[in-house]
Structure formats: C-alpha cells, structure tokens
C-alpha cells in the first residue's frame, strides 16, 4: 500500500513506541489520528510534531475497551478526516496480574484493551476498508504471545489473543485486507527498570543490546507497504526469544 495520502489510526499513539509509529506514517505521508486513554499533553504535542511534517493529525481520547466510545471515536474520524485506510492496534496497558487474586480489576483492564479493544477498533476500521477494497493492520503484540511471563498473567493472555485475531482477521478480511503483528523485543525501558536490569535484559538478546521504537516503527511501514504479506508474525527483539541459547543446549 501506498501510504501517502492514506489515513491511519495508531491506538495508544502518543507515547513511546505508539508516538513512534504515528510520526513514521506520518513521516511517509499518512494523516495520522492519535488515539489516547488519558494523556492529553502528549496527545497534543504528537499532534503538532506530526502537523510540523506537512500531515493532518486528530488527537481523541477513547477508552477502546467500551465499545460506545469505540463507535464515538470513529464518529468524529469519519467527521474530520475520513474514513480509515491503516490501522494499528497498540494501546496496551503493562500491568501485573499475579495468580491467584483477590481482585479481577486488573485482569478486566488489561484484557479489556488488549482483546477487546482491539477487537472493536478492528471491527469499525474493517468496514472502512472493505468499503475502498483496500486496507493494511498491524497487531503490536510481545513475545509473551508464545512463551509464559511471572506475573503478567493477563498481558500474556491479551498479546497471545491479539496473535490469534491477527491470523484471524487476515482470513475474514481477505483479499482487501492485510492484517500482521510485530513482537517488539528490548525496545524502551520501564520507568522502574534499574541500570543493573536494563544491561541484563541487554544481554538475553544475541545481539547483546537494546533496539529502539525506531526500529517498530520502520517494521510497521515495511508491513504496511509490503503487499504480499498477511496473517504473519514478525519479532523484532534483537534474537531475544533465543538469547537463552547462546551459551549452552538443552
């Protein structure tokens, strides 16, 4: 897909790697709307960094785990820039979920966005697109899709759900539609990782270093641009789902 003039909806695109992604398509041509949960300062300075590029930008908060909002949201992109042509599911909430528990907020909160929103958010831009008979997502999940993470219980269960609705969505939305994922590796720490943390999480990888959100969102154009490819997975993670390899088998 040609991305110049096309217009695309980056969910959870005001910060970090979903700040990234919104300025490299807008950087590539798109006009660019930013959704955000509660941020509304970081919405708007995205918004004027992507309007320095010479594209539009529509900045609107939603909380896509309601599905009344969802169709709100899309209400007011039909209103002020159209339909939508490039979707991607990023929004996600990084929150611990230990198991057992004695309280299923967080396990709502986060599944709610992660499997639920995406769902809804999908569903609307979906018709968008098969009414151009054209359109390209792309699922923002980790590699807690394929392997178990302490503590992070619902997490792993969105991003393993956001995988399967990748394969998913490239069935039902064909031929029109692409629909692929990317499993960031090492990309942006935590606020709360210490140095000595930060270098060993360096060191799981095989390339023995931390990659950046640049390196997510030059991987969403290529998926983006890239015709033939759907329903695939791709890791950006610098070799870390095999960084346990490197010294021994076994």
Do not use: C
Not at 6 to 19: E, P
Not at 60 to 68: G, L, M, R, T, V
Not at 141 to 147: K, P, V
Request: glycine share 6%.
């Amino acid at each position: 897909m040609e991305i110049k003039g096309k217009t695309a909806l980056v969910t959870g695109g005001a910060i970090r790697v979903g700040k990234a992604i919104s300025l490299a398509l807008a950087k590539a041509g798109a006009n660019v709307v930013i959704n955000y949960s509660s941020n509304s300062q970081k919405a708007a300075e995205t918004v004027l960094e992507i309007e320095k590029l010479g594209v539009s930008a529509l900045a609107i908060q939603a909380n896509i785990a309601d599905w009344e909002q969802v169709k709100a949201m899309f209400d007011q992109i039909h209103n002020k820039m159209g339909k939508i042509d490039i979707l991607v599911n990023n929004a996600s909430p990084f929150l611990k979920t230990p198991v057992p528990t004695d309280s299923m907020d967080t396990w709502h909160l986060v599944t709610g966005v992660q499997i639920d929103g995406a769902f809804y958010v999908t569903n609307l831009a979906a018709k968008d697109m098969l009414e151009k008979k054209a359109g390209a997502i792309v699922n923002i999940i980790d590699l807690s899709a394929w392997e178990a993470w302490p503590n992070l219980t619902a997490h792993a269960v969105g991003k393993s759900a956001l995988l399967t609705m990748t394969r998913q969505f490239a069935l039902e939305l064909h031929p029109y539609v692409r629909v692929n994922a990317i499993a960031p590796g090492p990309v942006l720490a935590p606020p709360d990782y210490s140095e000595e943390k930060i270098k060993r999480t360096a060191e799981k990888t095989l390339l023995n270093r931390w990659g950046s959100a640049e390196d997510i969102s030059k991987t969403v154009i290529f998926l983006v641009e890239s015709d033939y490819i759907t329903a695939e997975s791709i890791a950006v993670d610098g070799g870390q789902r095999y960084g346990h390899r490197k010294l021994e088998e076994g």
